[in-house]
Nanobody
Framework: QVQLVESGGGLVQPGGSLRLSCAAS????????MSWVRQAPGKGLEWVSA????????TYADSVKGRFTISRDNAKNTLYLQMNSLKPEDTAVYYC???????????????????WGQGTQVTVSS
């Protein structure tokens, strides 16, 4: 069965960095676009970033552009999110989400994706 397992979250000071990973299994990872979506405490879901199946095309929300980098290693079936210059407003649970096909989704609605993980908590605080 399809599984997406996020890891790498934690507590970091403002200005710090974290790298999130999403280990995928149960499907041909290299055939699908992937996204990161986050949910801050008491707020709705926010789409963060997406990458096409081959990894050559990426897109970002304005709130993270220039600070976050999405990437993937299709040989390792793993999606990444490198987060630099972290701000308190980046505090959220981060989810990786699988597109139903090749289309790169930029929506925050998890219903548009066919699978997503359990999430990993990122807390940015001094």
């Amino acid at each position: 069965q399809v599984q997406l397992v996020e890891s790498g979250g934690g507590l970091v000071q403002p200005g710090g960095s974290l790298r999130l990973s999403c280990a995928a299994s149960g499907f041909t990872f290299s055939s699908y676009a992937m996204s990161w979506v986050r949910q801050a405490p008491g707020k709705g879901l926010e789409w963060v970033s997406a990458i096409n199946s081959g990894g050559g095309s990426t897109t970002y929300a304005d709130s993270v552009k220039g600070r976050f980098t999405i990437s993937r290693d299709n040989a390792k079936n793993t999606l990444y999110l490198q987060m630099n210059s972290l701000k308190p407003e980046d505090t959220a649970v981060y989810y990786c989400a699988k597109s139903p096909g090749l289309v790169v989704l930029t929506t925050s609605s998890l219903l548009e994706y066919d699978y997503w993980g359990q999430g990993t908590q990122v807390t940015v605080s001094s």
